[in-house]
């Protein structure tokens, strides 16, 4: 079955980076698209970034563009965020999840959760 792993969250400083991993397995990493998505205390899931089952494109919430990046290895079934400039508002619950397709649309993932598969996420926090 389709399993995925976040690593790399923890605390970090403002002005900071984190590189969170998510280790898939179980099904064609390199046939889906991938989404980071995040869920800040008391808040609603936010859509973060998602990337082509390729890595040829990559998307970005607003909140983050210039400051995250997403990338993948097919060779290592791993997609990761790099994240610069860390800011306290950053501060969530990272999960990953795999897209329903090759192409990696804008928010399919919290419009439609149930088409996409969800690891259990990883906490950053954001604070002096």
């Known amino acids: 079955q389709v399993q995925l792993v976040e690593s790399g969250g923890g605390l970090a400083q403002p002005g900071g980076s984190l590189t969170l991993s998510c280790a898939a397995s179980?099904?064609?990493?390199?046939?889906?698209?991938m989404t980071w998505a995040r869920q800040a205390p008391g808040k609603g899931l936010d859509w973060v970034a998602g990337?082509?089952?390729?890595?040829?494109?990559?998307t970005y919430a607003d909140f983050v563009k210039g400051r995250f990046t997403i990338s993948r290895d097919n060779a290592k079934n791993t997609v990761y965020l790099q994240m610069n400039n860390l800011k306290p508002d950053d501060t969530a619950l990272y999960y990953c999840?795999?897209?329903?397709?090759?192409?990696?649309?804008?928010?399919?993932?919290?419009?439609?959760?149930?088409?996409?598969?969800w690891g259990q996420g990883t906490q950053v926090t954001v604070s002096s």
């Open positions: 999840a795999k897209d329903p397709s090759p192409s990696s649309v804008p928010y399919t993932c919290l419009l439609a959760p149930a088409s996409c598969s």
């Open positions: 179980g099904f064609a990493f390199s046939a889906y698209g």
């Open positions: 990337i082509d089952s390729d890595g040829s494109g990559a």
